[in-house]
């Protein structure tokens, strides 16, 4: 039994080797492991945490690559289901070492986006403690109803809910449906992390405390609303609690590639949590791994083991 689950969809990442070139341009790619849910599964197993991940990958060579990839990572792949019909969802990314890459995906109606009830309903939920579900999902899914299920199965279980809204318009049909959904999603969730541009997008409020407590009125389960702020750290409000912390982010010398880096957060955060740390100390973790995430080129491949969080969290003390 693992301590926490999570769900989505895997991807093959096609990363550009070619700094400030343009995806259209590109001619070398580096071929990784993605996927938000996926990289949370990657960071959590290597703080070595037990997680169950549930995906659907193709009958194809990109199935195969991400099965490989997904075992070589010690993540067990019982829940990992091939699909004859469907194929793997790909995506691409430019190079930069300013702002965000670019991002491209080749995913509608795949593999994963055929995740079904059935699927669902082999999960074993008896023991689980957390289940970690992002705003990725609900969009792709050919049938959304699908995640709903899911949400009464863990509560029927009593699996608290850690819900990142990874907010990913190109993944929907519309902007108001993006909200909509992801808002219902969130009503189910013990702890919601939005960086602070989704929370207002999806609350209409500006202001840290603002998005905080209108998640919290929207929904009594809601207990934690953590908001990234990037670089500056991430903010901490507790329901019913006036006082909101603020954790600083880690400085980083030279930033490589940002995407991953709030799957590192989520890792952080979580792994703290399942090792009973304040949650002071979990969202420090989060911004340290969110930190270590951006200095490498792949998604996932700059999240630590132990050994090399805790050489930087002592590098970071100096
Ligand atoms: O959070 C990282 C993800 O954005 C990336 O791995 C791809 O899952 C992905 C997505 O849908 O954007």
Redesign the pocket.
């Known amino acids: 039994m693992a301590e926490l689950i999570t769900i989505?969809?895997?991807?093959v990442?096609f990363a550009s080797t070619e700094e400030g070139v343009s995806l259209d341009k590109a001619t070398s790619f580096t071929k990784y492991l993605?996927?938000?849910?996926?990289?949370v599964a990657v960071g959590l197993t290597r703080l070595n945490h037990t997680v169950d991940y549930v995906s659907v990958v193709g009958d194809d060579p990109f199935g195969q690559f991400l099965r490989d990839a997904i075992a070589e990572q010690k993540i067990d792949t019982k829940y990992l289901y091939t699909s004859s019909k469907y194929p793997t969802?790909c995506?691409f990314k430019s190079k930069t070492s300013t702002g965000d890459p670019i991002?491209f995906?080749l995913?509608k109606g795949s593999a994963a986006a055929h995740l079904s009830k059935e699927i669902i309903d082999q999960i074993e939920l008896a023991g689980v403690k957390w289940a970690h579900i992002?705003g990725?999902l609900p969009?792709?899914l050919e049938t959304p109803d699908v995640i709903f299920h899911l949400l009464e199965r863990l509560k029927k279980a009593n699996v608290s809910i850690s819900f990142d809204p990874?907010l990913?318009p190109?993944?929907w049909p519309s902007q108001e449906i993006m909200i909509e959904t992801i808002n219902n999603l969130a009503k189910s969730a013990k702890m919601i992390m939005p960086g602070v541009k989704e929370g207002a997008i999806l609350t209409g409020e500006t202001e840290p405390r603002a998005i905080a407590d209108k998640f919290f009125s929207q929904s009594e389960i809601t207990e934690t609303v953590v908001i990234k702020m990037g670089p500056e750290g991430a903010m901490i409000f507790r329901r019913g609690q006036a006082d909101a912390p603020i954790i600083s982010g880690f400085k980083v010398d030279h930033v490589v590639d940002t995407?991953?880096?709030?799957?590192g957060f989520a890792v952080g955060l979580l792994s703290g949590i399942l090792e009973g740390k304040s949650l002071e100390e979990a969202v420090s973790r989060g911004n340290a791994i969110g930190a270590m995430a951006v200095m490498s080129p792949g998604?996932?491949d700059g999240y630590p083991d132990p050994s090399m969080l805790d050489k930087f969290l002592k590098e970071a003390e100096n």
């Open positions: 989505g969809e895997p991807l990442l993605a996927g938000a849910e996926v990289n969802g995506m991002t995906y995913r992002t990725i969009g792709i990874n990913r190109a993944v995407v991953g880096a709030g799957d998604d996932n």
